[in-house]
């Protein structure tokens, strides 16, 4: 983005990218829109070259807002979105040195730098920015861009890059402590061996410095080089704290050593500091291995993702059973699956049957019953049977791909809350910086001899105990760990924002049809006249055999469930608004409303007062007359799933309001709403009015989840502060949600809210946690506890307290793999 300087110092111009253009008066439209924005200058559209040329002030208006205005006015905008992995990021002020290198560049409309997970997603215009420029800003910012070989698994890579960092770093500890245990070994010699082998204190300082070299320069050489990096870009981390603060010991022993008698006053001797400085790198990077260790642990719902993928597939080809890579299966091709296999890609099954263990991607234990005309998902494990399927998805469409890609995307994202801790974390490092150098002016000018001593420690002990690091980490580990369990419990969440905005529902409104009920009529209730209920269900199903109408269908599929053969009518005539009559073996039957009854002449004064109850629970009565006699009334609903009671119930015990939405008359409603439990039923809703409805509820101060899973569904799942489709339901929902149910079972809307919870329950404990230790610590290396109490802080114990920080972090947000659902 280029600054327009003639325009005024805040004013910034920028090109967006607009699609669906077709006319002129498109580009009206879409210049007008934007025109009006508050904080937008100037605005012009170039129809052939299909970009919208806007002058505005970011402190008013963002990107996000512009490109929303576009997109209102029935036009797309050209974005693309593409992760990088980062290596070399050491904490919450190298995200941010990431990040504004990142946004400089012209073209990015956003971008999110996750330090747990160290990947950069950024979401550009294409035509305006790539990845050559993106790489290009990172190593310029000091850091590299994770990058792999033609035909190589980026995520292999990515893992592989990993694991050979965490060798380097363990090969790096471990020679450091062989190195730092000699140094405070020849620190207390005197009072160890002094009484055996006398060793002269210029040559123990001698040793002391060999010794502590390559710790301080190699073993601690990326606190220099990420140091050195920052500094080019005018800016500061973690590493110039520890290269400051360590260099100081160094350099301080190197002096008291050559130059001894620069610190003997008033009868002082010389000390040396090397094992300050090499027991500082040691635990530092100590902490650092335990973390990337910890840290490991937190992405384990990826790579476990990642291993339900197979590897090959059992293609039939010709009549010739093939195994081929995963990678060649195409959409079409039948594949054979064997008990105990994994299903390869997702499809339809063609042929046999079985049990499908689908734990793994929707979170129900029980294997699903599979036959032919059965969808199957890929990852999921074959039980039973042996069946065949047609891939019907493979590669990136699959299902578990999707997964994975929306799991990954909302571990990289960043909620709201984390933006405290960025901001913070830009202003740390030099206030940190400029604490130390006010604690050494203050003990050099008014501490006890030996003054500059102190100082030094005091200097030393602020930059070390100073901890970025568990700033920057408390927000995005806990929204890995969190999301990642979601995808084990069979919940997809969108993005980091999508799981704090959940703790804060306060309303969740479910849309009746497909999500509280199953979504078909059933029949529920038989009452005969004359004859018994299987009888009439005979009678009734011949009658509608062949019929395509729901209500038909919902009575022949309760004949074939009470074993009921029936019979092929004779005679069939559909009466719209009615009814129907058949003649079956020579009987005529009638199956109707009682209009259709009383038009026929059939007295059904005996069955009406059954009827009326039955409408009252909100089930369609229908009579039934066999030769002219009433026989009896055949209840049909929409009934209730078995978790929607459950469910209900439990959010209630979380205090939340639970409203249902329907299109039925109210008494229907009413009667649905009271066997759910539902406080709140909105009646004769037509579809397009749901997002109204959503909009009234939040007028009203509500934090509003709207549940649905059909294509009407779609703008008010938009319009809710958080969106949750039925994974059962249509993609259009889906898109159009922050959170998705794989396996459809409302229960995880009960889920989703609970580990939204306990999610931000657990980020604030890491932020407590990394601000109390900071705010409370760095005093105490500055040495406030001393005129009161004589106490001081050891550097060394400052640099295990700084790596204990971190790791404490990351432990902290590790219970959350013990979050079980209710």
């Known amino acids: 983005m280029s600054t327009e300087a003639d325009r005024g110092q805040n004013t ?8 669906g253009m ?4 498109c580009v009206s439209h879409v210049q007008n829109a934007l025109s009006e924005r508050a904080g937008v200058t100037e605005a012009s559209v170039n129809f052939a070259a299909e970009k919208a040329a806007v002058v505005y002030d970011p402190s008013v208006v963002s990107v996000a807002d512009l490109m929303k205005t576009v997109i209102d006015q029935g036009y797309g905008v050209a974005v693309s979105r593409i992760t990088l992995p980062i290596r070399g990021m050491t904490c919450a002020a190298c995200v941010s040195a990431v990040e504004n290198a990142l946004r400089g560049l012209e073209g990015v409309v956003s971008v999110a730098v996750n330090f747990a997970t160290e990947k950069a997603t950024i979401e550009y215009f294409p035509a305006q920015v790539g990845i050559r420029e993106f790489k290009r800003a990172v190593r310029e910012a000091g850091y590299e861009v994770v990058e792999a070989e033609q035909g190589e698994d980026i995520v292999e890579k990515e893992q592989q890059e990993r694991e050979r960092a965490y060798r380097e770093l363990r090969a790096k500890v471990i020679t450091g402590a062989v190195l730092a245990v000699p140094i405070m070994v020849l620190m207390q010699w005197h009072h160890l061996f002094g009484g055996w082998f006398h060793l002269p204190l210029q040559t123990n300082h001698l040793i002391q410095l060999v ?31 520890i290269a400051i603060g360590t260099s100081s010991a160094y350099i301080y022993s190197i002096v008291a050593t050559f130059f001894p008698s620069l610190f003997e006053i008033k009868g002082y001797s010389a000390d040396v500091y090397f094992d300050t400085s090499a027991t500082i790198i040691v635990l530092i ?4 291995l335990f973390e990337a260790r910890a840290k490991g642990r937190t992405s384990e719902a990826i790579k476990k993702l990642i291993g339900l993928q197979a590897k090959t597939a059992r293609v039939i080809k010709d009549s010739r059973e093939m195994d081929v890579p995963i990678e060649d299966v195409e959409i079409g091709d039948v594949v054979q699956v064997r008990p105990g296999e994994k299903v390869p890609v997702d499809g339809v099954i063609v042929e046999g049957y079985s049990a499908v263990d689908e734990s793994m991607v929707t979170g129900e234990s029980i294997p699903a019953e599979k036959n032919k005309g059965d969808n199957v998902i890929g990852g999921t494990v074959n039980k039973t049977g042996t069946f065949r399927f047609e891939a019907t998805k493979v590669g990136k469409e699959t299902m578990l791909s999707h997964i994975i890609d929306m799991v990954q995307s909302a571990q990289g994202s960043k909620p709201p809350i984390a933006r405290l801790a960025d901001v913070i974390a830009s202003y740390f490092v030099p206030a940190v910086i400029g604490i130390a150098a006010v604690t050494f002016i203050v003990w050099y000018a008014f501490g006890p001899t030996p003054a500059f001593t102190y ?10 105990i100073a901890c970025p690091c568990s700033l920057g980490l408390a927000t995005p580990t806990s929204i890995m760990v969190g999301t990642g369990k979601g995808a084990e419990n069979g919940i997809l969440i969108r993005s980091g924002e999508a799981l704090e905005k959940a703790h804060t529902i306060t309303a969740v409104v479910f849309d009746k049809t497909g999500t509280l009920t199953r979504g078909r009529p059933e029949v529920t209730d038989v009452f005969p006249r004359e ?25 022949i599929r309760k004949a074939a469930e009470d074993n009921l053969k029936i019979a092929d009518p004779e005679q069939f005539q559909a009466i719209p608004g009615h009814g129907i009559r058949a003649v079956v073996q020579g009987k005529t039957v009638l199956l109707g409303n009682p209009k259709l009854m009383e038009h026929e002449g059939i007295d059904i004064r005996e069955l009406a007062a059954e009827a009326e109850r039955l409408s009252g629970q909100g089930k369609t009565p229908m009579f039934i007359s066999v030769d002219s006699r009433a026989a009896g009334v055949i209840a049909v609903a929409d009934t209730l799933r078995e978790e929607s009671v459950q469910a209900v119930r439990q959010l209630h015990d979380l205090g939340i309001e639970v409203i249902m939405i329907t299109g039925d008359n109210r008494r229907t409603g009413q009667a649905i709403g009271r066997q759910a439990g539902i406080d709140r039923v909105l009646a004769e809703v037509l579809p397009q009015e749901k997002a109204d409805q959503v909009k009234k509820l939040q007028a009203e101060g509500k934090v509003v989840a709207m549940v649905g899973d059909g294509i009407n569904d779609a703008p008010a799942l938009a319009q809710a502060d958080v969106g949750i489709a039925i994974g059962t339901g249509t993609d259009v929902a889906m898109e159009a949600s922050d959170i998705t149910l794989i396996s459809g079972n409302i229960k995880g809307v009960v889920t989703a809210i609970a580990l939204s919870r306990a999610t931000m329950r657990n980020i604030r404990q890491n932020l407590f946690w990394a601000f109390a230790y900071n705010v409370i610590l760095i005093p105490v290396a500055a040495g406030v506890l001393f005129p009161f109490f004589g106490i001081l802080l050891n550097p060394m114990l400052a640099a295990g307290a700084m790596g204990f ?10 219970r959350l793999r013990k979050f079980r659902p209710a």
């Not at 220099?224 to 500061?236: D, K, P």
């Open 12 to 19: 910034v111009r920028i090109d967006i990218p607009v699609t």
């Open 22 to 25: 077709t006319c002129a008066s």
């Open 211 to 241: 010794l502590a070299t390559p710790v301080q320069f190699w073993i601690g050489r990326q606190f220099y080089t990420g140091a050195l990096a920052a500094a080019r870009h005018r800016t500061t981390n973690m590493n110039t704290l």
């Open 285 to 288: 990077l100590l902490g650092r």
């Open 455 to 464: 100082a030094v420690l005091n200097f030393i002990a602020v930059l070390i």
């Open 531 to 555: 004859g018994g209920a299987q009888t009439i269900i005979f009678f009734a199903a011949s009658a509608e055999k062949g019929s395509e109408h729901p209500l038909g269908e919902a009575i």
């Open 805 to 814: 920080s971190s790791v404490t972090v990351v432990t902290n947000a590790l």
